[in-house]
């Protein structure tokens, strides 16, 4: 998500996560403000929003745009002042985008999204993605009386009027995707059933943290793209890649997602960050585990992967 900022020769910065939901802290946002900053991007991590309302708060105080990253939340959402709210589809952000990649809710096989309800956003996202290419004439910057225009105007007439991408998604991902657009509330609904499963099974195994919601009525908002637990691998007296190495001889895969984007080779030479500017952060990291979670998961599958973990912590 920083990387959007780096490549167009913006400096990225990094406020701390909540220790609670793994999204970005509104009170951290807050304390490292920075009079230049421009723009705030919100993730959705695991499929859970952040604090969306205090966040658009904060930076329209300030007159930052607000790009919410719901690439893990597609279909998901949360609830505020009794209201439900859907991600991309409430006044908190600017532009929310989703990931269409093949492990997320939804899939394309490649690609994403992006929604807003501004239209010179949209517009220019349009144009950027079909190498900055128009043909409106109403945006054609070359005048009639120019000599590189060699012939008239004709139909077949355009002009790359600044350097974009090759971003266009095919008509073959799209069908795809619309496919799986008429199941997305029961690819939806089964990870809900998993998450809840998980989370009644491991209430009580020591040195075990299962993933919490901000407020309590989002639990049934949740998309759920993630299970990532926090488990204290010191205490339990295992490194974690031993941990892992338990459940991968019981046939149980398992992820570390992710790390810190600060502690990144690259963010440490290009801005010089490192260890200490995010410590929830680097504490969530210290700890993390994400456990299976899709859809097409069985009860027996499910119940397999959880007396796997009990025994381990036995």
Not at 56 to 77: F, N
Request: proline share 5%; glycine share 6%; hydrophobic share 30%.
């Amino acid at each position: 998500s920083a990387n959007c900022a780096a490549f167009v020769g913006a400096t990225p910065d990094f406020s701390d996560i909540d220790p609670v939901t793994y999204n970005l802290c509104p009170d951290s946002l807050e304390n490292t403000w920075q009079d230049d900053t421009k723009a705030v991007v919100a993730v959705a991590y695991a499929g859970q929003s952040a604090n969306m309302p205090r966040i658009a708060e904060i930076c329209r105080s300030r007159d930052a745009v607000i790009i919410e990253d719901a690439c893990h939340g597609t279909g998901g959402g949360f609830q505020h002042d009794g209201s439900s709210y859907k991600l991309g589809a409430h006044p908190w952000a600017d532009i929310t985008t989703f990931s269409f990649h093949p492990v997320k809710t939804l899939t394309t096989g490649e690609g994403g999204m992006l929604v807003t309800d501004n239209a010179a956003y949209a517009e220019r996202a349009r144009h950027l993605r079909s190498h900055g290419v128009t043909r409106n004439p109403d945006k054609f910057e070359t005048p009639d009386s120019d000599p590189s225009l060699l012939s008239e105007r004709g139909s077949w007439y355009y002009e790359m009027t600044e350097l974009g991408y090759n971003y266009r998604i095919t008509d073959l991902q799209c069908a795809l995707g619309l496919s799986q657009l008429k199941r997305l509330e029961q690819f939806i609904e089964r990870r809900r059933e998993i998450v809840s499963t998980y989370n009644s099974a491991f209430a009580s195994i020591p040195y075990l943290q299962t993933p919490a919601t901000l407020n309590s009525d989002d639990s049934e908002e949740v998309s759920w793209h993630l299970y990532t637990t926090q488990i204290d691998f010191e205490h339990l007296g295992l490194t974690r890649t031993a941990y892992m190495d338990r459940l991968r001889e019981h046939g149980v895969g398992s992820q570390v997602l992710y790390i810190p984007v600060h502690l990144q080779p690259y963010y440490r030479k290009e801005f010089g960050y490192g260890p200490g500017k995010c410590p929830n952060a680097e504490n969530y990291y210290e700890k993390a585990l994400s456990l299976p979670l899709f859809p097409q998961m069985t009860d027996d599958e499910l119940n397999h992967v959880i007396d796997t973990v009990t025994a381990i912590h036995q």
